[in-house]
């Protein structure tokens, strides 16, 4: 069964940093997001992508945050200067973009900014 | 406002039915979701439903929509000790975005 993947499972950097997190979404699906969930907090969204742009951001997602789909397979999140409030669980996920508008998830990378 | 609300926890004994609920204050929320995180896994998507329909049944599991109330449950059959994990409830509305907008979670624990 196809499935979202990510890369790397968990990451620690350095306040300051710049980190890629790396998302292989589903082949046929054409949606692409990503969420971060806090430990202890909700899951939040960041940002959707789609026909190589971004449809919606929210609020966290500041000038700190970028998104590229840089090859037919991957899809990446960069956090330039990376701040320990960053620290937190990311997820990716896509869908086909048809309705019920499914998301499919990815494992998550666990980002820890020391 | 966008917000959905969980309760934190629920224990139910192996065999029985657990019902997890969940609230939701957006009434153009269309598109509404039950999602379920084992330890250190993923999201796994269980199953979803139509703002316009009131109840979904898929095997073991049975979604109740209360669009009037906007209350939302996820019933479990026979509960068994590897349902054991966080369930979230979530939302979206129709349109180009579709941004998913979580509760908490409610961690279920299965005592055998």
């Known amino acids: 069964e196809p499935e979202v993947t990510q890369t790397p499972s968990h990451q620690v950097t350095q306040m300051g940093q710049e980190v890629i997190l790396r998302c292989v979404p589903i082949?046929?699906?054409?949606?692409f997001y990503w969420y971060r969930q806090i430990l202890g907090q909700k899951v939040e969204f960041l940002v959707s992508f789609y026909n190589n742009e971004i449809s919606e951001k929210s609020e966290i997602f500041d000038d700190q945050f970028s998104v590229e789909r840089p090859d037919g397979s991957n899809f990446t999140l960069k956090i330039r200067s990376t701040k320990l409030e960053d620290s937190a669980m990311y997820f990716c996920?896509?869908?086909?973009?048809?309705?019920?508008?499914?998301?499919?998830f990815g494992p998550g990378t666990r980002l820890t900014v020391t | 406002g966008e917000d959905v609300e969980q309760s934190l926890f629920l224990s139910v004994r192996e065999g029985d039915s657990s019902v997890i609920n969940c609230t939701y204050t957006d009434s153009s929320s269309t598109y509404l979701y039950w999602y379920k995180q084992e330890p250190g896994a993923g999201l796994q998507l269980l199953t979803y439903?139509?703002?316009n329909m009131d109840m979904k049944q898929d095997q073991r599991l049975t979604v109740l929509l209360n669009k009037k109330d906007k209350h939302l449950s996820l019933r479990i059959a026979d509960t068994q000790t590897g349902d054991s994990a966080i369930y979230f409830c979530?939302?979206?509305?129709?349109?180009?975005?579709?941004?998913?907008?979580w509760g908490l979670g409610t961690s279920l624990a299965v005592n055998p």
């Open positions: 996920a896509s869908s086909e973009g048809i309705i019920p508008y499914e998301q499919y």
């Open positions: 082949s046929n699906h054409l949606y």
């Open positions: 439903i139509f703002s």
């Open positions: 979530a939302e979206s509305k129709a349109g180009n975005n579709r941004k998913l907008i």
